[in-house]
């Protein structure tokens, strides 16, 4: 069974820092496309950064510079590095996985796989 958890979420102030963590069991990260998604109070749930298999990675241009996608096959985790975090920045980010995609990559309903979710909150 495929499970992805997240962690690592918390309040901070604007320009503060955090890192995110998705724990994958059942699964591998390598040769996968992973992404983490973010989605805020009435908002659509939005891609923030994927990582396709042979590793090339897209950030969405709000987050380029500041954030940072980084896979560690051997910890099968997938980590989001934040800094220079905004208000704008506040919503439940989630992991997601999967092994073949049709479509956007920026797609979250295109993943098989999710995790559960974890807050950021960023304060002015």
């Known amino acids: 069974q495929v499970r992805l958890e997240e962690s690592g979420g918390g309040s901070v102030q604007a320009g503060g820092s955090l890192e995110l963590s998705c724990v994958a069991s059942g699964y591998t990260l390598r040769d996968n496309y992973m992404g983490w998604f973010r989605q805020s109070p009435g908002k659509n749930r939005e891609a923030v950064a994927v990582?396709?298999?042979?590793?090339?990675?897209h950030y969405v241009e709000a987050v380029k510079g500041r954030f940072t996608l980084v896979r560690d096959t051997s910890k099968n985790t997938l980590y989001l590095r934040m800094n220079s975090l905004e208000p704008e920045d506040t919503a439940m980010y989630f992991c997601?996985?999967?092994?073949?995609?049709?479509?956007?990559?920026?797609?979250?309903?295109?993943?098989?796989?999710r995790g559960q979710g974890t807050q950021v909150t960023v304060s002015s």
């Open positions: 990582i396709l298999p042979e590793g090339g990675i």
């Open positions: 997601a996985a999967t092994d073949s995609i049709r479509g956007s990559i920026l797609d979250f309903a295109r993943y098989d796989y």
